[in-house]
């Protein structure tokens, strides 16, 4: 005799896990032995570097590191963030009262629409996006409203096109420049207009910047916070795990107004117990840098994006060089549908590729590629792909 395990309400309105297909597929061919080459994950494939390691090492020496850590986080940590957005965006943060440290900005991003969302509330979500916006507004009981992303639009939402009364459920607004999966970015007039639309419709801005430091030919992406009175409408989510390949140890940071940050952490002291405090000095050290860190690591991505959408492109696959993250947007050949496309290129060129209808069905039509190979390997997918098209 058992029980009946009856899921709650909240978990069975998640979207399907699309995902599933591949995944087995994936599986079977690795089991088998074949040469896979894995370009669906978003993952750094180098290691988290050496100065940073370093620091941990110090750090968890140290017993001070083993008691459990404030739910504030370390004052030297939001200190290191304030002198890190001051130093790369100009942006001027109080660490005592406008940066809270997050177990990674996934974390935050979930958990927020608890502090903000009642039953029946709106969330503007862009669509294709990261999961976590859309599901943590549905486990907070709210209503995902869809911004598509268009190509024609350079994957910018059209603010204009929301109706009034979904904007007056509306309480608060995602958005992801550089994108996650389009690889778009925005200028920072794109951040004055949110900014002016969120004071006039009293909804709340969240801006998911993990990505702003994988940038190419020069381009530097800016902060929503850089725009003038975005600190009075909005918080920015900034995450340790791709600039500096510490997607293991999880670590981010909220930043930008004061009364957001407070309610985030309220929700919060009452769910973690915050972030090992070494992984916080960890963190200290990646901020602060070494000298060349980044230009080497966008160095990288760079060549990979090069050597794989100049190949593409050579086979006859137009795609286009995205300006920053290390995801490659590429819309599927001959009109096919993204599931398809990511399984022939599975089945048949033993390269793993994401659907982008994963991400929302406004991706259907496009697979993603994330960078996170060598170029060699790159080389090898490129020839691969030729075969099959
Ligand atoms: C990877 C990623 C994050 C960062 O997640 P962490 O929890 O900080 O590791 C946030 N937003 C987007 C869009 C991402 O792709």
Redesign the pocket.
């Known amino acids: 005799m058992g029980i009946k395990i009856d899921l709650s309400e909240r978990l069975k309105k998640l979207p399907p896990y699309l995902f599933v297909e591949i995944d087995s597929q994936k599986k079977r061919a690795l089991d088998e032995g074949r040469d896979i080459i894995d370009l669906g994950v ?2 750094p494939d180098t290691p988290t570097p050496d100065f940073i390691m370093k620091a941990m090492a110090k750090a968890i020496k140290d017993p001070s590191t083993h008691v459990y850590p404030s739910n504030k986080g370390l004052r030297e940590f939001r200190e290191g963030v304030a002198v890190w957005y001051r130093e790369r965006f100009g942006v001027s943060l109080d660490p005592e009262t406008e940066i809270l440290p ?8 979930a958990h927020m629409p608890l502090a903000f969302i009642n039953p029946g509330d709106v969330a503007l979500i862009p669509n294709p ?2 999961p ?1 916006y859309r599901n943590g507004t549905i486990f907070a009981g709210g209503e995902p409203y869809d911004m598509p992303l268009k190509a024609e639009n350079n994957f910018l939402p059209d603010l204009g096109s929301i109706d009034d009364t979904t904007l007056n459920r509306a309480r608060i607004l995602f958005l ?1 420049y550089p ?3 389009t690889g778009a970015v925005c200028d920072r007039r794109f951040y004055q207009e949110v900014t002016a639309f969120a004071i006039k419709n009293n909804i709340i801005v969240l801006s ?4 702003t430091e994988l940038s190419y030919d020069g381009y530097m992406p800016p902060s929503f916070l850089e725009a003038e009175g975005a600190k009075a409408v909005g918080v920015e ?6 600039t500096y390949n ?2 293991g140890w ?3 940071m909220a930043c930008g107004n004061k009364d957001i940050i407070s309610a985030l952490a309220k929700v919060k002291s009452n769910i973690d117990s915050g972030i090992f405090n070494a992984v916080q000095h960890a963190g200290i050290a990646a901020l602060k840098g070494k000298k060349g860190y980044m230009d080497g690591i966008n160095k990288m991505y760079q060549e990979r994006r090069d050597v794989l959408i100049d190949g593409l492109n050579s086979i006859g696959w137009k795609v286009e060089k995205p300006k920053a ?1 290390f ?1 490659v947007w590429a819309r599927n050949l001959d009109g096919q549908d993204s599931i398809s496309m990511a399984r022939l290129l599975l089945e048949k060129a033993d390269i793993v590729a994401t659907p982008g209808v994963g991400f929302g069905e406004h991706g259907e039509g496009y697979v993603r590629m994330a960078l996170t190979v060598p170029k060699k390997r790159m080389k090898e997918a490129i020839k691969r792909i030729k075969r099959i098209i």
Do not use: C, Q, V, W
């Not at 989510?237 to 791709?242: A, M, N, V």
């Open positions: 978003g993952d997050l177990i990674g900005s996934k974390e935050g991003i996006a990261y976590p992801n994108n996650n999966p998911d910047a993990a990505y989510f900034h995450s340790l795990s791709k510490m997607t999880r670590i981010g993250t995801y």
